[in-house]
């Protein structure tokens, strides 16, 4: 049985997602302090984590860093306030995966940790392992990418886009497909920016310069291309 981990300090929202995510077969424990949802990981560990950024001791941004301190690998999903865009980058920056918008469906947050764990399931890698995008190399067994000298730690996602985007390298691949088949996410149905937020973090360890990328190129009204 897959535990999911609910950090979250709104009484109401934790119920609700406990009975939902519990009916769904997952086991469920959850803390509304920060300090103690690192604790419950480092002793306890869980298989996802699902993670508010505004906790009455330690702030989500802290939580999700110190988790990945010890954890590199662990999905967390962090829950963030509607319009605030640079709470999602600075979430994504800290480690997160993916991100939902308070007020949230409790049925497309289900959608998306089903979608992880499909992916955790059937992880098709491209044929190596360890593939190299212009001077930077990618090991997707260690989920890391270096650059001169200067090593930077993935998390689950950021893997899983850069191989789909480097198996169809120099062909541009549209948002909605990358939402669909990285995320699990019918983009018909919702407008989400999370694959330019991972983008924009992908740049700054790819690129000398993430306003004049060479690596990862806008296909503008549709997606993006990689360019190894």
Not at 140 to 158: C, D, I, N, V
Not at 183 to 188: K, T
Not at 201 to 207: D, F, N, S, V
Request: hydrophobic residues 40%; proline residues 4%; charged residues 35%.
């Amino acid at each position: 049985m897959k535990k999911i981990l609910i950090v979250e300090d709104e009484p109401d929202i934790v119920r609700g997602l406990t009975d939902a995510l519990e009916f769904e077969g997952f086991d469920v424990v959850s803390t509304g302090f920060g300090k103690d949802g690192v604790r419950m990981m480092r002793e306890r560990g869980a298989d996802c984590v699902i993670l508010d950024l505004m906790l009455p001791d330690l702030n989500g941004y802290a939580v999700c860093e110190e988790i990945r301190a010890f954890d590199s690998l662990v999905p967390i999903i962090i829950l963030t306030a509607r319009g605030q865009e640079t709470d999602k980058v600075r979430g994504l920056e800290a480690g997160a995966d993916d991100y939902v918008t308070k007020p949230f469906s409790v049925a497309e947050l289900l959608a998306r940790i089903k979608a992880i764990f499909r992916r955790l399931g059937r992880r098709a890698p491209v044929e190596e392992e360890t593939f190299e995008i212009g001077p930077a190399v990618v090991d997707g067994k260690k989920h890391t990418l270096t650059r001169a000298r200067k090593s930077w730690p993935l998390t689950f996602y950021e893997v899983e886009l850069l191989k789909l985007l480097y198996e169809r390298k120099e062909q541009p691949v549209s948002r909605d497909e990358i939402l669909e088949k990285i995320w699990g996410i019918d983009a018909r149905t919702t407008h989400n920016r999370t694959v330019d937020n991972f983008i924009v973090k992908l740049r700054k360890m790819l690129e000398d310069d993430g306003k004049e990328p060479k690596h990862i190129l806008t296909v503008y009204g549709h997606g993006y291309k990689l360019v190894p």
